[in-house]
């Protein structure tokens, strides 16, 4: 069985090839040149040098039963509107008509719960939601919205392929790290004295990761599942990282007039004389409204697991600590 991986070098692709492996699929990874490769080191993995834009990626692709579309150009930042849709877009149509030609069995596609939305009332929503394009906020949400439509219409062509929409994946291998994994690195260097009353859906990464699997093995053709587990406020989960580290947790909420006129003033006025920005305003617009999702469909129909976040945020803290990015906690 062997499964052709693209975005293996990724929090969530790591997280995936370990789970192939250990569950005795052969794994061919896609990794564009230059591209770092820490997240794969010592895994028996084919690397495939090569991008979403080569003409010829069927052909790397070929012999593979099946594809798991993983990668993604993730940025908030308005000046990276075209590397998102190109990536994004163009990349999807570009990696399905590959596979398509290669002919893999069926592809598992990464969305986001990003392309679904959010509700007006701040409930949680689930796979039958969609917000319309132009309310999605940011060209990222944008582009992973047009990226799904791709494997839509692919699969209204005779392709079989499973949409999954992870939500806030926390654990280990976050590399970049994702902007979740980032609060969670600030919080542990005391760098976040105050935070933004918003909310989240989390999940643990290797749920995710199963999820991917499950959905191959079980999901229903051209259906969307979100990987998803519990919706939490900031604040919620600020306090669960207090109790497992002992450091205090913020108890000041800032106006949202605050990071909006510090984001507007980066992007809009200093970026273009060359500063780099500090806060995108498309992620200070999204944290505006919470961000709720229901799971429930992935967990009765692909037995999606439900770790506790608590689990998560103590694994993602340990990965944090040993890879040097946190001193011992």
Known sequence: MQAFVTGGTGFIGANLVRLLLQEGYAVKALARSGSHLDNLQGLDVEIVKSDLNDPDLWQHISGCRFLFHVAAHYSLWQTDREALYQNNVIGTRNILTAAQ????ERTVYTSSVAAIGVSSDGKPVDETHQSPVEKLVGHYKKSKYLAEQEAVQAVQAGQDIVIVNPSSPIGAWDIKPTPTGDIIL???????????????????????????????????????????????????????LAALTGQPAPQRAIPAWIPLTVAWIDEQLLAPLGKTPSVPLDGVRMAQQPMYYNATKAVQELGLPQTAISTALRDSIEWFVKYGYVKKI
Not at 196 to 213: E, R
Request: no cysteine; glycine share 10%.
């Open 186 to 240: 600030r919080f542990l260097r005391r760098q976040m004295p105050a935070y933004i009353d918003t909310g989240l859906n989390f999940i643990h990464v290797q749920d995710v990761a199963w999820g991917h699997l499950l959905a191959l093995q079980k999901g229903k053709t051209g259906d969307r599942y979100i990987l998803g587990n519990q919706n939490l406020t900031l604040k919620q989960l600020l306090d669960q």
């Open 101 to 104: 030609k290669a002919g893999v």
